[in-house]
């Protein structure tokens, strides 16, 4: 069984998350979503706006991911790797790069991202509608 990881916040699910989910699992048998804790949430300066718990139900209704694992801090993605038995790491290719040093442990790839759709965009559309 070949295995996927990918990591993320997932908040405001939109069809950029599901094109990303979707392809990720493509490439294996098996998908594990690590999402960001609220606590890690706000060690990176972000708020989101559903709680760890609703974020983590939600993924774990859509057809494609099969686990949805807490990230609590940068560092534990080797030990993730290890730990999952994961053949291949899947990140947006906005992050190109970032995360090669995985290399040493299991494939890793960079997706494209979805044009034009962003959890990033939806709230600045929002804050614009509720300003206009």
Same mark, same amino acid.
């Given at each position: 069984? &070949?295995?996927?990881?990918?990591?993320g916040?997932f908040?405001?699910?939109?069809?950029?998350h599901?094109?990303?989910l979707?392809? %990720? /699992? %493509? +490439?294996?048998?098996?998908?594990?979503?690590?999402?960001s804790? #609220?606590?890690?949430? %706000?060690? &990176?300066? *972000?708020? %989101?706006?559903?709680?760890?718990e609703?974020? /983590?139900?939600?993924?774990?209704?859509?057809?494609y991911? #099969?686990?949805?694992?807490?990230?609590?801090?940068?560092?534990? /993605?080797i030990?993730?790797?290890r730990?999952?038995?994961?053949?291949?790491?899947?990140?947006?290719?906005?992050?190109?790069?970032?995360?090669?040093?995985? /290399?040493d442990?299991?494939?890793?790839?960079? +997706?494209?991202?979805?044009?034009?759709?962003?959890?990033?965009?939806?709230? *600045?559309?929002?804050?614009?509608?509720?300003?206009?």
């Open positions: 069984m &070949k295995k996927v990881i990918t990591y916040t908040d405001l699910l939109h069809h950029g599901i094109n990303i979707r392809r %990720a /699992k %493509a +490439l294996g048998d098996h998908l594990t979503v690590a999402i804790s #609220d606590e890690f949430n %706000a060690i &990176k300066g *972000k708020k %989101a706006y559903h709680n760890f609703t974020r /983590k139900m939600i993924l774990e209704a859509i057809r991911v #099969d686990q949805v694992i807490p990230e609590h801090q940068w560092e534990q /993605k030990d993730d790797v730990k999952h038995h994961i053949d291949t790491f899947v990140m947006g290719d906005d992050w190109h790069g970032k995360f090669d040093f995985l /290399k442990y299991c494939e890793v790839i960079y +997706l494209p991202r979805t044009i034009g759709i962003s959890t990033t965009k939806i709230k *600045k559309d929002m804050q614009t509608v509720n300003n206009g």
